[in-house]
C-alpha cells in the first residue's frame, strides 16, 4: 500500500486489488499426518531455512507456524500434532479436524511415512472425505529407496486424486519440489488434484448416500462436506452429532442415523477379518455383528489395500527388511522376545533410577541451599515461610524428579523413534489384551512408575480409544515416584526388617489392581468394542539424535509446564492451610491450623481405615501433589517448636529421618501403618493427574470417576486390612 494513488475511489480500488493480490500471495499449508512421519523435520527445513518460527501452544497441543518465501509466493507452514485418524476421540485429532475446519488452510499438505503406507493412507482416506485440497508429501522417501520396493508414486497420485511427491525429511531432498508442487495446486495447475471418493463398497455407499440425502433435505449446505458429515455421524462422532443437533433441532437426521446403523448391524451378522499375511503382521481382532463404524474403518484399509496393490511392490529379497527381520527373529520370538523385552525395560529402569540418582541430589542440594539462604536473608513471617517452606519446598519437591524423568523419557522416545516400541506393543498386546487393554497400554503404565501426568499424555500412542480410556483409568493404581518419600518414612518406621519385601509387595498389589480394575471397568463401564486394528511393524531404524532429544524435551516441558502450574499452586494452598490462622508458632501449627482443623473434621470418616486425624490430614494434603504427604506428616508430628525446625530444614536426611520416624513410631501401630501405605499406593490422583485425565479423555466424568473409584478402593482396602488386623492382633 506503499506506491499511493492520491485520488478518490481509485485508491480504494487500487488498495482492495493490493490485499486481494497480497492475500493471493500467501499460502496457507497445514501439515497433517501420523506422529513420527516426518512432519517436524519437513517443517523445519521448509520454514527454518527461510525465516522465523513461532511457537504457539494450543490447549493442550502444540501447533508451531513458521512463514517463509519460496517461489513468490508466502508461505504460512503450520505444524500439527501427529494424529492416526480424523474422529473425535482424542484431543489431537479434535485439534487437527477444528484446525482444518476453522483455519480452512489453503493445501494440506499430507505427510506419509512410505516405509508404513497402509496405517498412514488410512489418514489420508479420512482427508479425502472431507474434500479439502492435498497434496501428499512421500516421506521417508530414502527408506523407500534403499529397501528395494517399488512404488509408482503416479499411479498412486492418480488413485488419491492429488500428487505425490517423494521427499526425506532428514536431508531435505524433494522438499524444493514439494512446494513448487504445492503452487501450482493452488494456481490450478496441477492435472492430478481431483475430487475423489474413497469408495466404502456397495451397502456402505447406500448408507452414507441415503444419510446425505437427508442431510441435503435440512439444509445442510457443503460448508462443512456432506459426505464427511455422513460418513461421520455414521461413525458416532459426538461432536459432529452435537453439529447437526444445533442444525437440524427436530432431530430427523438423527433417527434417520440411528435407522440406517441398526438395519446395518442386523444385516452384517458375522464377519471374519482376515488374517495376517507374508511379513505384514497384523492383529485382527473378530468382529460379530459389525456395526457400521468398524465396517467403515474396514471398507477404508480395504480400499487402501486395493490402492497399494496396484502401484505397490515390495521387495522381498532387501538387504533392509533383511536387517529387520534378523532383528526381529529375535526381538518378536515367540519366548526370546520376553526376556529381551524384560533386559531393555531393566536398562531403562536403572539408568533412570540409579543414573538419575546423581542429578537429583544435586538439585535437592540446590533446592535445601535455596530454601536455607531465603530462609536465612529474611525475617520470619509469612513472605518468608511462604517462600521457603511453600514455593521452595513445594516446587522444588517436584523439579527434583526432573533428571529422572528426563532419562526416562529419553530411553522411551530412542524406543519409540527406533521401531522398537511397536515390538514391545506387539509382544504385550497378547497379555494386555486379557485384561482389556492395548499392547500400546504398557508403555504409559511404565511410565506411570515416573510419574503419572506425562504417563497419561503417553496414551496418546493408542489408536483404539476403548483401550486408550482404560489405561488411562488404571494408570493411578502405578505406583509414582512422588509416593517414595512417604512410603521410606513408614516402613522404616514399622518394617525395616522386610523393606525391600513390603516396597516390591506394594508395587505389585498397584499393578495387579490396576488389571483387576481394567478387567472391571472393561466389563461394565468403558463401553464399546475394541475396533478391530492392524498393525504393522515399521522397519528399524536409527533415530538422529535430534529428533529423540527433540522428542524427549516435548514430553519433559509437558510435565514441567502443567506440574510447575499446579503443584506450585497446590503447595501455596497446603502452605496457606498449614500457617493460618496459627502464623510461625509450630506447635500452634500442627494443632490448630485451618489444616489440623479439616483433618479433625474428616477424622471420623477415615477411622475404619485406622487414622487419626493427623494421618487423615496428611493424606488430604497429598491430593496436591503426593510428595506433601511426607512434608505434611512432618509438620503435624512435630510437637514442639524445635523438633519442627529441624524437621522442616530437611526431614529426608538420615538422623532427621530417624527422628521423624521415632516420632511416627510413637504415634502410629504398625497395623495402621500398613494400611496408610494401602491407601497411600490407591487412593485419589494428585490433582495434575486429575487434570491430566480430563484433558486427555475430554470430559471430567472420567476425571471424576477415577477420582471416586480410587477413594473408594483405597478406603475399602485400608478398612478390611485394619479391620481384619484387629481382630487377628
Ligand atoms: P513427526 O512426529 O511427524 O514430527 O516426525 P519427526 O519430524 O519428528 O521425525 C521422526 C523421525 O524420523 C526422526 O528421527 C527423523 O530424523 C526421522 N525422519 C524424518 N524424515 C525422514 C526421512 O525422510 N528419512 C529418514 N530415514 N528418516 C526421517
Ligand atoms: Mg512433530
Request: glycine share 8%; with cysteine; net charge negative.
Amino acid at each position: 500500500m506503499h506506491h499511493a494513488d492520491y485520488r478518490g475511489i481509485e485508491a480504494g480500488e487500487t488498495q482492495l486489488h493490493h490485499i486481494a493480490q497480497e492475500h493471493q500471495h500467501t499460502i496457507h499449508v497445514a501439515l497433517v499426518g501420523n506422529p513420527n512421519c516426518g512432519k517436524t523435520s519437513i517443517f523445519n527445513i521448509a520454514a527454518h531455512a527461510h525465516e522465523r518460527v513461532g511457537n504457539y501452544s494450543g490447549v493442550t497441543v502444540d501447533e508451531k507456524v513458521g512463514t517463509f518465501e519460496h517461489g513468490g509466493y508466502t508461505f504460512r507452514l503450520v505444524d500439527l500434532p501427529g494424529t492416526y485418524s480424523l474422529s473425535a476421540y482424542s484431543p489431537e485429532e479434535l485439534y487437527v479436524r477444528r484446525h482444518i475446519i476453522e483455519q480452512n488452510p489453503d493445501i494440506i499438505l499430507n505427510v506419509v511415512d512410505s516405509s508404513n503406507l497402509e496405517r498412514n493412507l488410512y489418514l489420508t482416506t479420512q482427508l479425502i472425505d472431507m474434500d479439502i485440497t492435498m497434496v501428499m508429501a512421500l516421506n521417508m522417501y530414502d527408506e523407500l529407496q534403499r529397501s528395494g520396493d517399488r512404488l509408482d508414486t503416479t499411479q498412486l497420485g492418480t488413485l488419491l486424486g492429488m500428487p505425490v511427491v517423494p521427499t526425506t525429511g532428514r536431508t531435505g531432498e524433494g522438499i524444493d519440489r514439494l512446494f513448487d508442487k504445492i503452487i501450482e495446486v493452488f494456481e490450478g495447475r496441477d492435472t492430478q488434484t481431483r475430487h475423489i471418493h474413497v469408495n466404502h463398497g456397495e451397502e456402505l455407499e447406500r448408507c452414507i448416500k441415503q444419510l446425505r440425502t437427508e442431510l441435503y433435505q435440512h439444509g445442510f449446505s457443503d460448508s462443512l462436506s456432506t459426505r464427511f458429515l455422513s460418513i461421520k455421524l455414521l461413525e458416532n462422532d459426538r461432536q459432529l452429532e452435537q453439529y447437526a443437533a444445533e442444525h437440524d433441532p427436530d432431530g430427523s437426521v438423527m433417527a434417520m442415523r440411528n435407522r440406517i446403523a441398526d438395519t446395518y448391524r442386523k444385516q452384517s451378522g458375522r464377519r471374519l477379518v482376515e488374517s495376517g499375511e507374508g511379513d505384514q503382521r497384523h492383529i485382527k481382532a473378530e468382529a460379530e455383528n459389525q456395526d457400521i463404524e468398524s465396517a467403515i474403518t474396514d471398507a477404508k484399509y480395504a480400499f487402501v489395500r486395493g490402492a497399494l496393490a496396484e502401484c505397490y511392490e515390495k521387495n522381498e529379497h532387501s538387504t533392509l527388511h533383511a536387517l529387520t527381520d534378523k532383528i526381529d527373529a529375535v526381538a518378536t520370538h515367540r519366548w526370546l522376545g520376553y526376556p529381551v523385552f524384560l533386559i531393555i525395560m531393566f536398562i531403562t529402569f536403572f539408568c533412570t533410577f540409579a543414573v538419575g540418582q546423581y542429578p537429583m541430589d544435586w538439585l535437592e542440594a540446590l533446592f535445601d541451599w535455596l530454601g536455607g539462604l531465603v530462609g536465612s536473608a529474611m525475617g520470619e513471617g509469612p513472605l518468608r515461610s511462604l517462600l521457603v517452606d511453600g514455593v521452595i519446598a513445594g516446587v522444588g519437591s517436584v523439579l527434583v524428579f526432573l533428571p529422572n524423568i528426563l532419562i526416562l523419557y529419553l530411553f522411551i522416545s530412542f524406543m519409540e523413534d527406533s521401531g522398537y516400541m511397536a515390538r514391545a506393543a506387539f509382544i504385550m498386546d497378547k497379555l494386555m489384551h486379557r485384561m482389556g487393554l492395548h499392547g500400546k497400554s504398557f508403555i504409559p503404565m511404565i511410565m506411570g512408575f515416573g510419574c503419572n501426568v506425562p504417563a497419561i499424555m503417553a496414551t496418546r500412542t493408542i489408536e483404539d480409544r476403548k483401550s486408550r480410556l482404560l489405561t488411562m483409568l488404571v494408570i493411578p493404581m502405578m505406583s509414582c515416584s512422588a509416593r517414595i518419600p512417604v512410603y521410606v518414612i513408614l516402613v522404616s518406621a514399622f518394617f525395616s526388617k522386610w523393606a525391600a519385601f513390603v516396597l516390591t509387595g506394594l508395587y505389585l498389589l498397584g499393578m495387579v489392581m490396576a488389571v483387576l480394575m481394567a478387567k472391571l471397568f472393561s466389563r461394565f463401564f468403558v463401553k464399546g468394542e475394541s475396533l478391530p486394528f492392524v498393525m504393522e511393524l515399521p522397519p528399524y531404524r536409527m533415530p538422529t539424535a535430534k529428533a529423540v532429544l527433540r522428542h524427549t524435551w516435548e514430553k519433559g516441558k509437558e510435565y514441567l509446564k502443567k506440574m510447575g502450574t499446579i503443584i506450585l499452586g497446590a503447595s501455596i494452598i497446603v502452605w496457606a492451610l498449614s500457617y493460618y490462622p496459627t502464623g510461625d508458632n509450630r506447635r500452634e501449627q500442627a494443632e490448630n491450623s485451618y489444616m489440623a482443623r479439616i483433618g479433625k473434621t474428616i477424622e471420623p470418616i477415615m477411622r475404619p481405615c485406622g487414622f487419626d486425624w493427623r494421618q487423615s490430614v496428611s493424606l488430604l494434603a497429598g491430593v496436591g501433589a503426593k510428595e506433601v504427604v511426607a512434608s505434611t506428616m512432618a509438620v503435624v508430628y512435630a510437637t514442639s517448636d524445635d523438633e519442627a525446625e529441624l524437621l522442616e530444614a530437611d526431614f529426608e536426611s538420615e538422623e532427621n529421618e530417624s527422628r521423624i520416624v521415632e516420632l511416627i513410631r510413637g504415634n502410629m501401630t504398625p497395623l495402621s501403618a500398613a494400611s496408610m501405605l494401602l491407601f497411600i499406593l490407591l487412593y485419589m490422583p494428585c490433582v495434575s493427574t486429575v487434570v491430566a485425565i480430563k484433558n486427555e479423555s475430554g470430559k471430567w466424568k472420567w476425571a471424576l470417576f477415577t477420582v471416586a473409584y480410587t477413594i473408594g478402593l483405597a478406603w475399602v482396602v485400608s478398612t478390611l486390612v485394619f479391620q481384619i488386623g484387629s481382630l487377628l492382633i
